[in-house]
């Protein structure tokens, strides 16, 4: 084993990156219908990226603090479309039912603060802040004693609210992430500096 069955009290940071699917059917519909224009069906696809600072509490669960970058973009038709950037800043938790494995399968959620720039058609520029979550499910693969890669399906709750319309814009999504961590070792791992 490289780095597995020994966990508890290692830190970790995590980079990830991937594609995320954006579902928008009502506030599309809704976009449509006040005749603000909305090009396609209101299913996005659009990039998300996340940086990650974990630390091992125990063998088998893991407590971080996770920053992500989003973007999505909707086409109107005769006008700008509506436009999101989205960062989030969340705690997460991961417990992994295998420790002694340098494969180590993981479930986990996440709670934070989402700040969200819209542009679209109605107005310039509306801005929504407000609290998000994630599930996620994944696994990481420690590759060496000192970094490894993960993948990671995870689904983000959140919106942004647009008057007059009804239906929230979705900043949310269904997203693939993959990406390298770095392992970080034990303290009594780290060499002392002589006097």
Known sequence: ????????????????????????WGFASDAKGAGEGFQGSGIGVAPHGMLSFGY?????????????????HYGVAGSYGWTENGETAMASLRWTPWQHMDLWPYVGGSFGYSLNGLTGPINPYEEADGYGGAIFVGTGWDL??????????RYTIASVVVPPLAQPFQVGGLSILIGPYIILPHTEDVPSTPE
């Open 1 to 24: 084993a490289l780095a597995a069955g020994n966990r508890d009290g290692q830190g970790r940071i995590g980079l990830e990156a991937g594609l995320r699917l954006v579902p928008n």
């Open 56 to 72: 091992w509490v125990q063998e088998d669960l893991e407590l971080s603090l996770e920053g992500g970058y989003s973007y999505d």
């Open 144 to 153: 060496s004693d000192r970094w490894g890669v993960t993948f990671e399906l």
